[in-house]
């Protein structure tokens, strides 16, 4: 093999005529079937260049809107220290009804928002949630009561519901499967950006003083303006799909799309499909997920809504505890790349997420036992429970990399959002401002949590190397090869390393097109070459 030949990555069917497009096609294929082999073989420098104008326009316009969604709906948080209970006249559990009432605005409308995404471009999906809550936050700041407040906090949970899926949903369209895990935890990072900046922010906007507003609306003013202008740049450079993508020019539009193929998960077609749906609500996994993700988000919800609170209960003043909550999105950011990173590294994500789910256990441990008098550990210990912002991002990305099919997609990720958004309702539930300064009752659902989702992460594993067992056999029977090389997690700069990769194979694989599922609307449990992930 010559140096050419070992540059190729992927290689088209050896015919010089157009591939012909089997019955039931995508418009991936479509697009791909009208240039010649030639023109679909590229190399590896060349997807490289591609993967990095991509992360320059795709990634940084979902990391920025992920930002502002967190800021928004963090800013009840923030305000929550500088008088909101007193201003508004809050008494019992309103102030934790304002926490919860976001999130399940959320759960009603997440089965509009999967078919929401299957039916529309994701991108112009994505402008217009962000131009929505970014105008219901900055309307919010009208609000002076407990009812108005909590109608305002839902219609905001409804368009942010779709921030997360639709992050997810361009993750999966944009990204090989081996890149999708760093990609999901770069978006997710941005929630701890957000605790460093928006504590910054707040302690700033905290310091004006008016006697015509309060200091909570000022807050929610110029996040919620902030928020609408950024609208404006998504619906102006965000790319629907690598297929429609202005930003690149044809030869990049066509590896942009190629290249996805060993993803073996479809292209979006806009064709929202029923069997996928069953399959879904059939599929055992999609419920490791939800149970997973239900109790991580029980312990977020609850931490989320009242760790300011927390912070100031172990004897600080409100600016001290605004300058404290910065270590706490730095702690965040790191463990959130730092888990992405193992786990892409070991390739074992359900192992990773077990790991990291003992540092939340004994923060929540400390801030159960030791004495109000010890702050630092007392601080410790809440640092440590930051850790848990590692977890989310490692099952968004885990569920994505082990679903196909462009309908059971959007539904699998709308019933893991479901337990999000359900365990987000009920954790600030579990806390009451009547229990400061101890918040026992939230605290020791918070441990039980984070026991029960690493349980939960540690087990799946298992029954995923089940499913890939059966796919080989499946193989065996239609007589493939009944080991198969993931060419979607394969470390691109040490493919050839690997005898399993060499061109040849490649060739052979993609020789048969019309019996290549990678881009077509096919599930995961219906296509016998795809590969689970551990």
């Given at each position: 093999m010559?140096?050419?030949?070992k540059?190729?990555v992927?290689?088209?069917p050896s015919?010089n005529e157009?591939?012909q497009?089997?019955v039931?096609?995508?418009?991936?294929?479509?697009?791909?079937?009208?240039?010649?082999?030639?023109?679909i073989?590229f190399t590896y420098?060349?997807?490289?260049?591609?993967?990095?104008?991509?992360?320059?326009?795709?990634?940084?316009?979902?990391l920025?809107?992920?930002?502002?969604?967190?800021l928004?709906?963090?800013?009840?948080?923030?305000?929550?220290?500088?008088?909101?209970?007193?201003d508004?006249?809050?008494?019992?559990?309103?102030?934790?009804?304002?926490g919860?009432?976001?999130?399940?605005?959320?759960?009603v409308m997440?089965?509009l928002v999967?078919?929401?995404?299957?039916?529309?471009p994701?991108?112009?999906?994505?402008?217009?949630?962000?131009?929505?809550?970014?105008?219901a936050?900055?309307?919010m700041?009208?609000?002076?009561?407990?009812?108005?407040?909590?109608g305002?906090?839902?219609?905001?949970?409804?368009?942010?519901?779709?921030?997360?899926?639709?992050?997810v949903?361009?993750?999966?369209?944009?990204?090989?499967?081996?890149?999708q895990?760093?990609?999901?935890?770069?978006?997710?990072?941005?929630?701890?950006?957000?605790?460093?900046?928006?504590?910054?922010?707040t302690?700033?906007?905290?310091?004006?003083?008016?006697?015509?507003?309060?200091?909570?609306?000022?807050?929610?003013?110029?996040?919620?303006?902030?928020t609408?202008l950024?609208?404006?740049?998504?619906?102006?450079?965000m790319?629907?799909?690598?297929?429609e993508?202005?930003c690149?020019?044809?030869?990049e539009?066509?590896?942009?799309?190629?290249r996805l193929?060993?993803n073996q998960?479809?292209i979006s077609?806009h064709?929202?499909?029923?069997?996928?749906?069953?399959e879904?609500?059939?599929d055992?996994?999609?419920w490791c997920?939800f149970?997973?993700i239900?109790?991580i988000?029980?312990?977020?919800?609850?931490?989320?809504?009242f760790g300011?609170?927390?912070?100031k209960?172990?004897?600080?003043?409100?600016?001290?505890?605004i300058?404290f909550?910065?270590p706490f999105?730095?702690?965040q950011?790191?463990?959130?790349?730092?888990?992405a990173w193992?786990?892409?590294?070991?390739q074992?994500?359900g192992l990773?997420?077990?790991?990291l789910?003992v540092l939340?256990?004994i923060?929540a441990?400390?801030m159960?036992t030791?004495?109000r008098?010890q702050?630092?550990?007392?601080?410790?210990?809440?640092?440590?429970?930051?850790?848990?912002?590692?977890?989310?991002?490692?099952?968004y990305?885990?569920q994505?990399?082990?679903t196909a099919?462009d309908?059971?997609?959007?539904?699998t990720s709308?019933?893991?959002?479901v337990g999000?958004?359900t365990?987000?309702?009920?954790?600030?539930?579990?806390?009451?401002?009547?229990?400061?300064p101890?918040y026992r009752t939230g605290l020791i659902?918070?441990?039980?949590?984070?026991?029960?989702?690493?349980?939960i992460?540690g087990?799946?594993?298992?029954y995923?190397?089940?499913l890939?067992?059966?796919?080989e056999?499946k193989r065996?029977?239609?007589g493939?090869?009944?080991?198969?090389?993931d060419?979607?997690?394969?470390?691109?700069?040490?493919?050839w390393?690997?005898?399993?990769?060499?061109?040849e194979?490649?060739?052979?694989q993609?020789?048969?097109v019309?019996?290549?599922?990678?881009l077509l609307?096919?599930?995961?449990?219906k296509n016998?070459d795809?590969?689970?992930?551990?």
């Amino acid at each position: 093999m010559d140096n050419k030949d070992k540059d190729e990555v992927c290689v088209a069917p050896s015919k010089n005529e157009p591939t012909q497009v089997p019955v039931s096609h995508s418009k991936a294929i479509e697009f791909l079937a009208n240039h010649s082999a030639e023109a679909i073989s590229f190399t590896y420098e060349e997807e490289k260049a591609v993967v990095r104008r991509i992360d320059k326009r795709v990634l940084v316009l979902v990391l920025w809107a992920y930002f502002f969604q967190q800021l928004d709906k963090s800013s009840l948080s923030y305000v929550s220290i500088f008088g909101l209970s007193d201003d508004a006249h809050l008494v019992g559990l309103q102030y934790s009804w304002l926490g919860s009432i976001l999130y399940l605005a959320q759960l009603v409308m997440q089965p509009l928002v999967a078919l929401i995404l299957v039916k529309l471009p994701a991108g112009k999906v994505l402008g217009s949630a962000v131009l929505l809550w970014g105008s219901a936050l900055s309307i919010m700041a009208a609000c002076t009561n407990f009812p108005s407040l909590l109608g305002m906090r839902f219609v905001l949970g409804s368009f942010e519901a779709f921030i997360a899926p639709c992050c997810v949903a361009i993750t999966q369209m944009w990204w090989r499967r081996s890149e999708q895990t760093m990609r999901v935890s770069y978006w997710n990072a941005m929630n701890g950006v957000t605790s460093i900046i928006g504590s910054l922010v707040t302690y700033g906007l905290g310091h004006i003083s008016s006697t015509t507003i309060y200091r909570y609306q000022t807050i929610f003013l110029f996040c919620g303006l902030l928020t609408v202008l950024y609208a404006f740049l998504i619906f102006w450079f965000m790319p629907d799909s690598p297929i429609e993508a202005k930003c690149l020019n044809e030869r990049e539009r066509i590896i942009a799309t190629e290249r996805l193929r060993a993803n073996q998960m479809g292209i979006s077609d806009h064709e929202w499909r029923w069997d996928h749906v069953l399959e879904t609500f059939l599929d055992l996994k999609t419920w490791c997920w939800f149970f997973a993700i239900i109790a991580i988000s029980i312990a977020s919800g609850g931490i989320g809504t009242f760790g300011s609170l927390i912070v100031k209960s172990f004897g600080f003043n409100s600016f001290q505890t605004i300058l404290f909550n910065i270590p706490f999105g730095v702690v965040q950011v790191i463990s959130i790349i730092g888990a992405a990173w193992i786990a892409t590294k070991t390739q074992r994500k359900g192992l990773v997420i077990a790991g990291l789910s003992v540092l939340p256990t004994i923060g929540a441990i400390l801030m159960l036992t030791v004495p109000r008098s010890q702050k630092g550990v007392l601080l410790f210990g809440y640092y440590l429970v930051s850790c848990l912002a590692g977890i989310t991002p490692m099952l968004y990305a885990w569920q994505a990399q082990n679903t196909a099919g462009d309908t059971k997609k959007k539904c699998t990720s709308g019933i893991v959002f479901v337990g999000m958004c359900t365990g987000n309702v009920i954790g600030p539930l579990l806390y009451s401002t009547d229990e400061a300064p101890l918040y026992r009752t939230g605290l020791i659902a918070d441990l039980a949590m984070f026991v029960t989702v690493g349980v939960i992460c540690g087990l799946t594993p298992f029954y995923l190397a089940y499913l890939n067992k059966k796919h080989e056999k499946k193989r065996i029977e239609l007589g493939k090869s009944g080991r198969l090389p993931d060419m979607s997690m394969i470390n691109k700069e040490k493919l050839w390393e690997s005898k399993a990769v060499e061109v040849e194979d490649v060739q052979d694989q993609r020789a048969a097109v019309e019996n290549d599922k990678g881009l077509l609307d096919v599930t995961d449990l219906k296509n016998e070459d795809f590969i689970y992930v551990y």
